[in-house]
C-alpha cells in the first residue's frame, strides 16, 4: 500500500486509514431558487467511496462497511457557496459515515424489574381488580336476558319478526301483519 502524505489520509479510527485518492468527487449546480451565480456555479460537491474496491481497507472493516453501508457510500453537500468548503463538508460527513458504521453496536444487558417495580404493578393490578368488582355490586345480580324475549305487540303469534334481535340503528322489529 502507497503511503500518502498525512493532509492526504481519512482518518476512521479503529486502525482503518483512507487515501483521498480513493474518493471519487463530482461537482454539479446546487439547483434551487438564486440569480447568476446559483445557475452558473457548480458548488454542489458529491464525495464517493467504493468500499468494495478499496486496496486499503482491511478485510473485517470491509466486511463490516459492506453489511452496514454497502458498495459504495456517498456525501452530498451544496450549503455553501464555495465548492471547497463543501468539499471539505462532504469528506467530513463521508468520514464521519464510514467511522459509525465501523464502530461495534453496544451489546444489550438484559435488565430486571426491581423489586419495588414489581410491587407496584402488582398494587395497580389489585387496585383494577377491586375497582371491577365494585362495579360488579352495584349491578342488579338478577337481569332480565330480554334478548329473545316477546313483545307484547302483535296479534299473539310467535312469529321470529315479534321477537326482539339486536339490529343496527336502534330500531325494533315488529309484526306489521
Known amino acids: 500500500m502507497p503511503v500518502a502524505p498525512p493532509e492526504r489520509i481519512l482518518e476512521l479510527g479503529h486502525g482503518c486509514r483512507i487515501?483521498?485518492?480513493?474518493?471519487?468527487?463530482?461537482?454539479?449546480?446546487?439547483?434551487?431558487?438564486?440569480?447568476?451565480?446559483a445557475n452558473r456555479a457548480h458548488t454542489r460537491v458529491s464525495v464517493t467511496f467504493d468500499v468494495a474496491g478499496?486496496?486499503?481497507?482491511?478485510?473485517?472493516?470491509?466486511a463490516r462497511l459492506l453489511a452496514v453501508l454497502g458498495a459504495s457510500v456517498t456525501a452530498t453537500v451544496y450549503e455553501t457557496r464555495s465548492q471547497a468548503r463543501n468539499r471539505d463538508l462532504a469528506v467530513e460527513?463521508?468520514?464521519?459515515?464510514?467511522?459509525?458504521?465501523?464502530?461495534?453496536?453496544t451489546p444489550r444487558r438484559p435488565t430486571r424489574p426491581?423489586?419495588?417495580?414489581?410491587?407496584?404493578?402488582?398494587?395497580?393490578?389489585r387496585r383494577q381488580s377491586e375497582r371491577k368488582a365494585q362495579r360488579r355490586a352495584?349491578?342488579?345480580?338478577?337481569?332480565?336476558n330480554r334478548r329473545h324475549e316477546p313483545t307484547d305487540r302483535g296479534s299473539g303469534t310467535?312469529?321470529?319478526?315479534?321477537?326482539?334481535?339486536?339490529?343496527?340503528?336502534?330500531r325494533r322489529c315488529t309484526d306489521t301483519a
Open 93 to 105: 460527513r463521508l468520514r464521519r459515515k464510514l467511522a459509525d458504521a465501523l464502530r461495534p453496536p
Open 19 to 37: 487515501p483521498l485518492d480513493e474518493l471519487a468527487v463530482r461537482t454539479g449546480p446546487s439547483g434551487g431558487p438564486g440569480g447568476q451565480h
Open 114 to 125: 426491581s423489586r419495588a417495580a414489581k410491587e407496584r404493578r402488582l398494587q395497580a393490578k
Open 158 to 170: 310467535a312469529s321470529a319478526a315479534r321477537w326482539r334481535q339486536p339490529q343496527t340503528g336502534g
Open 54 to 62: 478499496s486496496p486499503s481497507l482491511p478485510a473485517a472493516a470491509r
Open 138 to 144: 352495584t349491578r342488579p345480580t338478577e337481569r332480565p
